[in-house]
């Protein structure tokens, strides 16, 4: 009997994947090794910069609010979040690519300034992972069992804390507040609309 | 079983299928992420907003005060003048225990029989007041009579208690701590209600700012008295730099109680003078942990705290002041030449104000006396630059520790003119440095560089670093500093390793949903144990969205507001930018013309399209004008006439101009006479260093006193200029200014709002 969803087998396969789309300079490893392949780190002084002297101004004083310390430089882990900001939606694995594949450690602890903020930034902002409403819509239709326009709440609530980058019960709760009929469907155009209208 | 073939082909569509179910997912799951980062910092531009906003007001309010101990120190204005100064230093009026007394009696108040609220016998029981937590829960008002023996009793407590109380902790009694509650009964009753009430068996610190702000700081108050004379070992209060009645003026709650008990308020309001220059200092547990309301400095020593006389504080922003004044003292640094300062000083006290010209009228009297006042405190501000810049001049050819003297003054070092004059020492050095160790106490927060540096931006104390903390705990052989006095939005955070826990127990303080409020647990381990909370129901129902935005809009309105009122320098700031005056200015210059006016050191570039809602060119270049437009605050169809500049000042400094109103009404009756209201006016303009003409200030006094009495209406002259923000006084019931019923149903049918 064939097993009803091999999870292993498709992580393998996403991941070079989703890691291809950032890295403009180096090739990731395709290979589908047993564990998953380890992207080499991107060459950031290769990446251009493209953006207006008033962009840059924008961004430096976004950056500027989330060092807590004073130092004029943000840690590693906060990274990702100016980036989400900023209005950019790169993966937890796409910011960790671009950093270099630090360690838990280096994440908790190493600071970067601007100057070396920017390129990172213009690396993501340069993939070409850009979803739009389609596929939001797309992405949700997979779960639409019976093709009627909604998904269950709860087959939802499960995808989301077991698969890809998980969230935990407490960010599932509140993504879908007030989202659930009372037979825990979604209508999931509704949905996106919802969720892109922020 | 299929065979093979069949087998991959499922496969191969299940995991094809399972792809994109992943691919789904992290879709969304990045989405989330997004969302919560942007809603993240729209959170914390917002925090940034308030905390700008209420930090720059008591900065406003110190300077005020300090501009007015100047006036009193260095002019003898004939008597009328000085009536209208003295009354904010009420606190040098010192009696004698026994006329005290008789002043605060209550026996002859005598209690209605409508009166429907608790009655309470003396000495008090426990039933009594946990029948005046819920009294005051069901919205009743203690009567001013047992307000009176209430606060008397806690007086006589608290003259018996020592600067600095010391507890200890045991297995079956853990101790709570709270931080600030400002006004919120709301939040107190909370605690209560998850935590229990006071008891032999359940002590609490309660760490200072239990007023101002809120609307039930008197009930606050009273329940937190009334388990202190209950409990008296297991209730500590600490003082906070709230408990004081020049900040009480500017921040509601002296109006608060003026308006509760418009009879017996203003002996409520002194007795409690007396009350908050009692409070305990600072509460140490288990000899370990520290508990105080503001912060530490460098200098702070717990034994000179231990060893001063408290009450002689009454209020922490300026220094005990003997009977008499006398002649020039030494100036703030009695290391400093006397030369330099002794010379200016006899002659700014030979400058009186008793003018040589013939006196007219009354009338012309006063204004004429106030006129030459103002150009004299004109010059001698002039003199006193000249002053600063030869004491700087000598500083920097000091050494390093009489410079080093000068910087670390008490208030933030760009006042030191007026500070070093308002400073009159007793016994010189020593009580100065008390002085400092009260106002570090009760005003400082903590940074995260190392160092300790003057406050500027509350305007007293310092901001302190870790390696101060560090310095501190080795020296008095502690391990943790709990203080209060910030707002956090999880109401509450460790800083400086950990050494450092703030703590604030006023949740919704900027505005709904805003912040948690919480309190600590500790026991003989020592290890804090936070409870958070969140009061009204309202924030249940929010999502984390709709709360955000809600405090967002709040924060943007009081921004523009701001803005409005600061119309005319930004005005002049544009215009250095655009020096061909086309009316247009870069996005870039926008933002530093915009800081260098406010300096509210805020995030300009991000709230710009929030600002600014006119279209920007193509080639990102803001029309000013048609921005100021947009801002634009609509006047009272009456004050039409009245110059805009004019109007925009009234507009910036209402706070100021209301407490100064306080101030001059002093049988707090919300009147005060046209001339009363000339002479505030008057001294308002010194203090701004602005020229009004007597016509625009008759004009205005004409504008406000309608029925021609001769007499203006506070809360009347704030409404005139729509200097009050009509839709939020309804909406939260929490404002600055009286409300009466009347005005309420007047207010609920004007289509404006």
């Known amino acids: 009997m064939a097993p009803k969803k091999d999870v292993k087998a498709p992580a393998k396969k996403a991941e070079p994947a989703a890691a291809a789309a950032p890295a403009p300079a180096a ?24 953006f ?19 130092d004029n430089k943000v840690a590693y882990n906060q990274i990702a979040d100016i980036m989400r900001a900023l209005g950019q939606n ?29 390129p990172m930034l213009q690396t993501i902002i340069n993939s070409p992972n850009k979803a739009g409403f389609e596929d939001y819509v797309e992405g949700l239709r997979v779960f639409d069992k019976e093709g009627n326009g909604t998904v269950m709440g709860a087959e939802l609530r499960i995808v989301l804390s077991t698969l890809g980058e998980k969230m935990n019960e407490a960010e599932i709760d509140a993504l879908m507040a007030g989202q659930e009929d009372e037979n825990g469907c979604i209508n999931y155009e509704a949905f996106v609309k919802h969720i892109m209208s922020v | 079983m299929g065979c093979g073939v069949t087998k991959s082909d499922q496969f191969h569509k299940q995991s094809g299928k399972a792809v994109t179910t992943i691919k789904a997912a992290v879709l969304i799951q990045r989405w989330y992420r997004q969302y919560v980062a942007r809603t993240e910092m729209r959170r914390r531009y ?43 230093f009420r606190e040098n009026e010192v009696c004698r225990d026994a006329e005290w007394e008789r002043y605060f009696s209550y026996e002859n108040i005598e209690v209605p029989d ?41 007086w006589k407590l608290l003259r018996m208690l020592p600067n600095i109380s010391r507890i200890s902790t045991c297995h079956s009694k853990e101790i709570t701590i709270c931080g600030d509650l400002h006004g919120q009964l709301e939040d107190l009753l909370l605690i209560f209600y998850k935590n229990g009430m006071p008891s032999l068996e359940n002590p609490y610190v309660f760490n200072g700012d239990f007023v101002d702000r809120g609307r039930d700081s008197i009930e606050i108050l009273l329940i937190l008295f009334s388990f202190l004379i209950l409990y008296p070992g297991d209730v500590h209060l600490n003082r906070g730099n709230h408990e004081d009645h020049i900040v009480n003026l500017r921040y509601g709650f002296t109006k608060e109680v003026l308006t509760k008990y418009k009879l017996h308020g203003k002996r409520i309001l002194k007795l409690l003078q007396k009350i908050f220059s009692w409070l305990p200092l600072a509460t140490v547990i288990d000899q370990k942990v520290l508990v105080l309301h503001g912060g530490i400095s460098d200098t702070t020593d717990l034994s000179i705290l231990t060893r001063l006389d408290r009450h002689t504080y009454i209020s922490a922003l300026r220094p005990p002041k003997k009977r008499h004044m006398s002649s020039a003292t030494a100036s ?11 010379a200016n000083r006899m002659s700014q006290r030979r400058a009186s104000l008793t003018y040589p010209k013939p006196i007219g009228t009354k009338e012309c009297f006063h204004n004429r006396s106030l006129q030459d006042f103002s150009e004299r405190i004109r010059a001698n501000i002039e003199a006193l630059e000249m002053c600063k810049r030869q004491v700087h001049a000598h500083a920097q050819a000091q050494d390093q520790a ?36 009260i106002l570090d106490l009760l005003w400082s927060d903590p940074m995260t560089q190392d160092g300790c540096i003057p406050n500027e931006v509350r305007g007293g104390g310092c901001y302190w670093g870790p390696d101060i903390t560090e310095d501190f705990l080795l020296r008095h052989n502690l391990q943790l500093i709990i203080r209060s006095h910030e707002c956090k939005q999880d109401g509450y955070e460790f800083c400086h390793n950990r050494k450092v826990l703030t703590l604030f127990s006023a949740s919704n303080y900027y505005d709904v949903g805003s912040n948690r409020g919480a309190y600590v647990k500790m026991g003989p381990d020592l290890v804090p144990l936070v409870f958070q909370y969140q009061a009204s129901n309202m924030t249940r129902e929010l999502t984390v969205r709709q709360s955000v935005g809600r405090t967002e809009r709040s924060a943007l309105k009081v921004l523009r507001e701001q803005l409005f009122a600061h119309k005319s320098d930004l005005m002049s700031a544009f215009k250095k930018f655009d020096s061909d005056n086309t009316g247009f200015v870069p996005l870039n210059d926008w933002a530093s013309a915009v800081e260098s006016v406010m300096h509210l050191d805020l995030p300009w570039r991000m709230l710009r399209c929030q600002l600014v809602t ?54 707090n009756s919300g009147f005060i006479t046209i001339e009363d209201f000339r002479q505030t006016w008057k001294l308002l303009s010194v203090y701004l260093k602005m020229e009004i003409t007597d016509e625009a200030i008759s004009d205005i006094a004409v504008t406000i006193d309608s029925n021609q009495d001769g007499s203006i209406d506070i809360d009347e002259f704030m409404e005139a200029f729509r200097l009050t923000d009509k839709k939020s006084r309804l909406e939260r019931g929490r404002s600055m200014f009286m409300v009466t019923a009347t005005d309420l149903t007047k207010l609920e049918g004007d289509p404006n709002i």
């Open chain 1, 27 to 50: 090739a990731p490893a395709p290979a589908p090794a047993p564990a998953p392949a380890k992207t080499p780190a991107v060459d950031l002084s290769a990446v251009k910069i493209e």
């Open chain 1, 52 to 70: 207006s002297g008033d962009q840059i101004d924008d961004y430096r004083e976004a950056f500027g609010l989330f060092d807590r310390v004073g």
């Open chain 1, 90 to 118: 790169p993966t937890n694995k796409e910011v960790k690519t671009i950093l270099g594949n630090p360690s838990a450690d280096e994440m908790a602890n190493k600071r970067i300034e601007f100057e070396a903020f920017l």
């Open chain 2, 46 to 88: 917002t925090w940034h907003i308030f905390q700008s906003i209420e930090y720059s007001g008591e900065q406003a309010q110190i300077k005020l005060y300090n501009f007015l101990g100047y006036l009193m120190d260095n002019f003898t204005p004939s008597s009328n003048e000085r009536n209208l100064i003295s009354h904010i």
């Open chain 2, 114 to 154: 409508i009166y429907s609220g608790p009655h309470l016998t003396f000495p008090l029981t426990v039933e009594q007041a946990f029948g005046l937590v819920e009294a005051f829960r069901n919205k009743k008002q203690l009567h001013s009579r047992y307000v009176l023996q209430l606060l008397l009793e806690t």
């Open chain 2, 332 to 342: 703030i640094d009695s290391d400093m030449d006397d030369d330099i300062w002794s």
């Open chain 2, 402 to 437: 009489q410079a080093q003297a000068q910087t670390n003054s008490p208030i933030s070092s760009s006042d030191v003119d007026s500070v070093s004059l308002s400073c009159e020492s007793i016994r010189s050095y020593t009580a100065k440095d008390e002085w400092r160790q």
């Open chain 2, 614 to 667: 006119c279209k920007t060119t193509s080639d990102g270049m803001i029309d000013y004008y048609e921005w100021f437009s947009e801002l634009a605050i609509k006047g009272h169809k009456d004050t039409d006439h009245i110059d805009q500049s004019l109007l925009e000042t009234l507009y910036r400094h209402r706070s100021t101009l209301e407490t100064i109103f306080r101030m001059v009404d002093t049988d």
